[in-house]
């Protein structure tokens, strides 16, 4: 809590940063009532299929609160997943097999579950809350799909904001992992390790709250809809 207070102060003043903690804890109590505890098991269908834990539902409450603060846990819906992959092939026709992909708060690593069904060279994940990396690692060990393309999966515990992006062409994933100071330290690793090792590299940004931060940051849109855009790096 004191980090968020002091980046929403830097950014917008004192009265802003109090006012926006203020809210976000209103937030995770509203958040805490039973109603809204039951509409998080919403999304179990593709847990139920393949006998996984990715829903947002069995999240703890201190996992909760740090989200809110943070970015809140929210699996991707494998459908507008799907969607995401095949407007990227069709814009820029790139061979999945020569790209890493690598998702950025990558949760109990649904995203890495169903990434592994496309024929990619690896699928990372980075994810700060230990609680959610231990739960996608078994998520990972236990998966099994006949239409599973890529087994080199890894779930990796950390700042997100500081990874050491890989080697070789890059298919970075967001779902708007972070608030805009931890965006703009990502973007700014990015162009660092692109410019000392250049590659390919696209930004899948889902629910992109931030767009403009990317486009400033001298990401080209490719493509997008109101739930997802598109960036070459």
């Not at 069995?58 to 992959?85: C, H, K, M």
Request: one cysteine or more.
């Amino acid at each position: 809590m004191r980090r968020f207070w002091r980046e929403r102060a830097s950014q917008a003043g004192a009265f802003r940063a109090t006012r926006d903690l203020a809210a976000t804890l209103w937030e995770f109590v509203r958040d805490s009532t039973p109603a809204r505890l039951r509409s998080r098991f919403g999304d179990a269908d593709y847990d139920w299929e393949h006998r996984v834990n990715t829903t947002s539902g069995a999240v703890g409450w201190r996992d909760r609160l740090l989200g809110l603060l943070n970015s809140p846990y929210q699996p991707t819906e494998e459908s507008l997943f799907r969607e995401i992959l095949a407007a990227l092939q069709e814009k820029t026709r790139c061979d999945f097999t020569e790209y890493t992909f690598l998702d950025l708060g990558s949760g109990k690593g649904r995203t890495l579950l169903m990434a592994s069904d496309f024929p990619f060279r690896r699928v990372l994940g980075v994810e700060l809350l230990p609680s959610l990396h231990k739960i996608a690692q078994e998520n990972i060990a236990r998966y099994k799909s006949e239409s599973q393309q890529s087994f080199a999966l890894e779930s990796i515990c950390g700042d997100a904001t500081q990874f050491p992006f890989p080697a070789g062409p890059l298919l970075i994933y967001l779902f708007n992992p972070f608030p805009e100071a931890g965006l703009r330290r990502t973007l700014a690793n990015l162009r660092e390790s692109l410019a000392k090792a250049p590659r390919p590299a696209y930004v899948l940004y889902h629910n992109p709250l931030l767009e403009m931060v990317v486009a400033e940051n001298g990401y080209r849109k490719i493509d997008g809809t109101h739930q997802y855009s598109i960036f070459a790096a």
